[in-house]
């Protein structure tokens, strides 16, 4: 099937219900415990935007987004969402992964169930992720769904890339503003707030940002 993007006027509602769904879903769990069930939405939405990805219309078959490589080739994405608490992702398992889908790769986003703001993006080859679920005798197949730490061993951290990268580990240490680049002596934080205030502060007040920033998931807006 054909791929149709959305026009600019859905996306921009899309991207609207998306910002207003995530408080009340976040609400929703702290007082229920439960997820509200948008935690799928959520997680293809924000995949699509961090990643550049287009969403697949609704009722597509087998895959979620598709995306465009620079040599021209497609690839047709799987996405799954997991919200999770601070505490270790130990026993947490992914949702139903498809079998034999049309598609390419599996995506496993994870989200802070608190806020359902993205932490965490990782992607593994269709193929073997299938082939695991497919063995006869495997926890993954009696449950229908891979654990989250197996899923991770079988796949890829694509987002935050710097966190996740080996070779760009030497430059772990240094701290650059994720809006401009502009870079703090020292390899600290410090200074970031007045720097924020001063050229960032239209963007989005410091507060709201700080946390996303300290801990790398910040996100520039469109
Ligand atoms: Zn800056």
Redesign the pocket.
């Known amino acids: 099937m054909e791929v149709n993007a959305l026009d600019d006027s859905a996306s921009a509602r899309i991207k609207k219900i998306i910002a207003e769904v995530k408080p009340l879903a976040a609400e929703y769990y702290r007082l229920t415990g439960k997820p509200l069930g948008v935690t799928g939405e959520v997680a293809e939405y924000l995949a699509a935007q961090i990643l550049n990805l287009d969403l697949a219309p609704a009722r597509t078959d087998g895959y979620d987004a598709i995306r465009h490589e620079k040599n021209g080739s497609k690839v047709r994405i799987q996405i799954k969402g997991r919200a999770l608490g601070e505490s270790a992702t130990r026993g947490q398992r992914m949702g139903t992964i498809k079998r034999n889908a049309a598609c390419d790769i599996v995506m496993l986003v994870l989200l802070d169930n608190a806020t359902l703001d993205p932490r965490e993006i990782w992607e593994a080859p269709y193929r073997p992720v299938e082939e695991r679920l497919a063995a006869p005798g495997s926890k993954a197949r009696g449950r229908g769904a891979l654990g989250i730490s197996e899923f991770k061993r079988m796949a890829t951290q694509v987002w935050p890339v710097e966190m996740a990268h080996p070779s760009n580990m030497s430059g772990a240490s240094e701290k650059a503003?994720?809006?401009?680049?502009?870079k703090f002596k020292g390899g600290t934080w410090g200074g970031i707030d007045a720097?924020?205030r001063s050229?960032?502060e239209r963007i989005a007040a410091y507060e709201s940002v700080r946390s996303a920033i300290l801990s790398g998931r910040y996100i520039r807006p469109e």
């Open positions: 503003c994720p809006e401009c680049g502009y720097h924020w050229r960032h």
